[in-house]
Each structure stands twice: as structure tokens, then as C-alpha cells.
């Protein structure tokens, strides 16, 4: 059982006007962790996603 993005240490991008890619996420774990990360303050960067097949990664920023 994990708990992703529980604590977002600095260096992630979680400074304003940071970016965190999060990459090798299964397709369907996609939403849950799209979702805590967006709960730690993160939002989707536009266009910045992508999927191979099963996988995932996700593109995320801090707003200023």
C-alpha cells in the first residue's frame, strides 16, 4: 500500500514554478497518484503527459 506524495520535499519542484515529472506509473495507478500529488498543491502541466502502452508519466507544476 503506498501513499503517494505524502510529503513533497523542495527539491521535487515544489517551489513555485516548479515542474515534477513522475514517470514508469502503471496506466490505471494514474489517477490516484495524478490525484495526491494535486492534493500537495501540484497541477497537471498542460501537454505534459504521456503514455506508452501500460505506462505513464505525468508532468506536474507548482503555480506561483
Known sequence: ?????????????????????LSGI???????VRGAYVACGLAPLSGGDRRDGEWSALALERRA
Not at 501513499?3 to 515529472?21: I, N, R
Not at 502503471?26 to 490516484?32: D, F, K, P, R, S
Open 26 to 32: 502503471l496506466g490505471h495507478q494514474e489517477a490516484e
Open 1 to 21: 500500500d503506498h501513499t503517494y506524495g505524502e510529503e513533497l520535499p523542495p527539491e521535487w519542484g515544489a517551489t513555485p514554478g516548479g515542474v515534477v515529472v
